[in-house]
């Protein structure tokens, strides 16, 4: 498939046959993500400002599959983000939606699969979390010790973002996470999974305590 002139790297197989307790927290976000798309459709609600479920879809398969679109969804540059949008567009609106959904499912390509807990345990869980709590009736989840371990690990470089906001991020049973030893945030208290939801930025729905501190 073309989109704009380029190739679409073609989907390859992630470990489909892996029995789902064995798998890494980012690959089971991936494969409960693409279960409630396939549930909710490409026209259902998302978090994300502007978006429905089909644009998450399409972002999440550019992001892995088109490299040259990939820096626009990170850096805000109108050049690149807009560049970004029109190959995502391209993507949602040249695709079936069970196609969409077959790629996202299958995994990234060769090249990101050494770095893929890197890479996607946060985003994963994030859009994940965007797609959830957009509907009715949503509830937060219970995430097992050690995904919230994998998720904290993680986390880092995402909450790297929010250190003009908070000085240190506090989870139960946990060291703090030192984001910052200035400015005026304080402690934000919460469950790993509300602190990751937090730090990028879905504050209207992480369900943390903020303490500010002075000094």
Partial sequence: MFVDGLPLAAPGAYDPAMPPTDAPFSQRERWALCDLLAELGPDAPTLCEGWRSADLAAHLVTREHRPDAAPGSVIKWHPLHS?????????????????????????????????????????????????????????????????????????????????????????????PMLLSKKGDGGLVKGPVGELALWVTGRTSVAQVEILRTSG
């Fill in 83 to 175: 560049w970004t949008d029109r190959v995502q567009q391209g993507l949602r609106d040249t695709t079936t939606w069970d196609d969409l959904l077959a790629r996202l499912r299958s995994g990234p390509p060769a090249l990101l699969k050494p770095v893929d807990r890197t890479f996607n345990t946060v985003e994963y869980f994030v859009h994940h979390e965007d797609l959830r709590r957009a509907q009715p009736e949503w509830a937060p989840r219970a995430l097992s010790t050690a995904d919230e371990d994998q998720l904290w690990r993680y986390m880092r470089v995402a909450a790297h973002a929010a250190r003009k906001a908070a000085r240190r991020l506090q989870a139960p049973g946990r060291e």
